[in-house]
C-alpha cells in the first residue's frame, strides 16, 4: 500500500516512523510519503488560503494550491480521502475496506477547510474512470484543529489491517469476530491478587467452554456500561 499525505505541517506525521508502521515501510510493505502543501503556493508570500466568498469567519484553503499538490502525488487507482468535520465518520468498516486500497492520498485542511471546487473536480467522471474515488471523512463529533491528527488515526487503523502489518494476525481474527457490537472483555495477567483485587477465578479454571461463556457475558456488560 502507499499513502501521500498532503499538509501545512508535515512535522505531524513524524510518529508514523515509530513501532510496527515504521517496521513496515523499511521492509517494503508500506510506503507514506508526507508532502508539504506550501511547496505549491505560487506566490512570494505561500499563500495557502484567503477569505471566503460570502463572508463569515476563517479562512479557505486555495483550490489551485492544493489542485497543484494533489496532481503531483495522483495515480489511477487511488482513494482520495479530503478530512474535514463535515465528512462521513469513518469507523472500522470504512477501515477495512480502505485495507484493500492500493493508493491513499490523504488531503488534510485547515481553517474553515477547503473550497469545495477541490471535492468537486476530482469527482469528475475523468477521475472515476482512472478508478480514482473522493470522500470526505471525519472521524467524530467534535472539532479538531485540523486533518493532520485525523488522518494519523485513520492510517494508524487502516494499516494495521494490511497483511504484514501487525506482529501477531491472531488478534486481528478475534478482533473481527468481536465486530457484531461486541466490546472485548476485561483481560488480566499475574499477579492473582494486585492491591487486594482477585483474577476472577473462572480465568484459571482451565475450563475452556466457561471461559468463553464468562468473556462473552462481560463483554456484553462493558458495552452497556459505556455505551452512549
Ligand atoms: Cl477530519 N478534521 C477536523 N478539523 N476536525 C475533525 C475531523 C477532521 N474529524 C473529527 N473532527
Redesign the pocket.
Known sequence: MKIDAITIFPEYFAPLQLSLLGKAQESGLLSINVHDLRAHTTDVHHTVDDAPYGGGAGMVMLADVWGNAIDGVLHDDADLI????A?R??DQQMAEELSHAKRLIFA???YE?IDDRVREHYSQTQYADRNIRVR????????????E???M??IESITRLVPGVLGNPLSLAEESHNEEGYLEYPNFTRPKEWRGLEVPDVLLSGNHGAIATWRSSQARERKDTNSN
Open positions: 479530503i478530512l474535514t468535520p465528512g465518520r469513518f488534510c485542511g485547515r477547510g470526505e471523512v471525519s472521524i467524530g463529533d467534535y472539532v479538531l484543529g485540523g486533518g491528527v485525523a488522518a488515526v485513520m
